[in-house]
């Protein structure tokens, strides 16, 4: 008994005093060392004796705690509908290296195929974030947000209106993919959207359709089906409706994401429909896996890294009380061509 009670004994928390007290120094000093605030302050024998010592006590500054003390925490939060989309690793990449090491980046995402809730975004309101970043919202989640702290939207296009934006112009990528797969002589398409509603997907699926219906590319509703953005979602969905899309005389398909497409390809090879022979696939985002996927993918390229590094910019211009000299930025986008709409 005595041994498994003190296993439940947790070991007191070390604090700077402990460690000025092992190293010889003031508590202060631990504070410069800690926060890497040394230049011109601390000597050398100092500082080596004070990291000695952080290392052998396990002594861990609590950064978020003094920020809080001040009424604001060094925290980010990046609001964003299915990180399991690849996309969006690109997108923190962007937004880490922005911020850099003085900012700590929290995520707050949904399961595949939702939209993110105000009410769960403001109950992280309560770690006093020092800003917030929000991917592809709708209008409807930011009236219900009311958040006092800077906010930068990413990915949201018409909802400028809420906050400075960093946008993508996804129509013109949209509108270069309807005219590529005309000109390739194809009369008859399908769409595969997303679930998730947001203003991003909207507006590539307006804007693809209404160049397409212009260069005479038939997209039938009943052509214009929605799914998850996951792989095998998109591979059953497609196992469904490709009976049909081939009856009627569909030879092209464009997705609202290269995951879907991935799924479309994955599923067509299952199926032995010949890419592009018998159906062209096209995507949106140009994920790194496009360039060497089987085949290639014809993909409209969506800068993800540079719209997280903007985004984090201007962000933290705000935070850091700099008045915005473009408030809302368009990063433009692009229609690489390859295997999976022409043949070799």
């Known amino acids: 008994m005595e041994s498994l009670d003190r296993r439940h004994v947790r070991a007191p928390r070390v604090t700077a005093a402990m460690v000025a007290a092992r190293a010889g120094v003031s508590t202060a000093t631990v504070s410069l060392v800690a926060n890497g605030k040394t230049q011109g302050r601390v000597s050398d024998d100092n500082i080596s004796r004070v990291r000695t010592a952080i290392s052998e006590l396990g002594y861990v500054v609590d950064s978020i705690g003094s920020s809080l003390a001040r009424g604001v925490s060094s925290i980010v939060i990046l609001v964003t509908p299915d990180v399991s989309n690849p996309f969006f690793a690109n997108v923190i990449a962007g937004v880490r290296e922005s911020l850099g090491a003085e900012y700590q980046l929290l995520l707050s995402v949904t399961d595949a195929g939702e939209s993110p809730q105000a009410s769960d975004v403001r109950k992280l309101l309560a770690l006093r974030p020092a800003g917030l970043l929000v991917g592809a919202p709708s209008a409807g989640f930011l009236e219900d947000l009311s958040a006092a702290a800077p906010l930068v939207l990413l990915d949201a296009p018409g909802l400028e209106s809420f906050a400075p934006s960093v946008n993508l112009d996804v129509a013109q990528g949209a509108r270069e993919l309807a005219r590529h797969l005309a000109s390739s002589g194809h009369t008859r398409a399908a769409y595969v959207d997303g679930i998730t509603g947001t203003a991003t997907f909207q507006l590539r699926r307006e804007a693809f359709l209404e160049e397409a219906a212009s260069l005479g590319l038939v997209v039938s509703q009943e052509h214009i089906i929605r799914t998850a953005i996951d792989v095998g979602a998109a591979a059953a969905a497609f196992a469904a409706a490709w009976p049909g899309w081939q009856r009627e005389g569909v030879t092209a398909v464009v997705c609202g994401t290269d995951t879907h497409a991935y799924g479309m390809l994955q599923?067509?090879?299952v199926e032995g429909v010949?890419?592009?022979?018998?159906?062209?696939?096209?995507?949106?985002?140009?994920?790194?896996?496009?360039?060497?996927?089987?085949?290639?993918?014809?993909?409209?390229?969506?800068?993800?890294?540079?719209?997280?590094?903007?985004?984090?910019?201007?962000?933290?211009?705000?935070?850091?009380?700099?008045?915005?000299?473009?408030?809302?930025?368009?990063?433009?986008?692009?229609?690489?061509?390859?295997?999976?709409?022409?043949?070799?």
Do not use: C, W
Not at 301 to 326: D, F, I, N, V
């Open 267 to 269: 599923e067509a090879r």
């Open 274 to 344: 010949r890419i592009p022979e018998e159906l062209a696939v096209a995507g949106f985002d140009d994920l790194p896996y496009s360039a060497t996927s089987n085949p290639s993918l014809t993909s409209v390229h969506l800068p993800a890294t540079p719209l997280g590094r903007k985004a984090g910019e201007q962000l933290r211009g705000l935070m850091e009380g700099r008045e915005l000299s473009e408030p809302h930025v368009t990063l433009e986008s692009s229609l690489v061509v390859r295997g999976s709409t022409v043949s070799s």
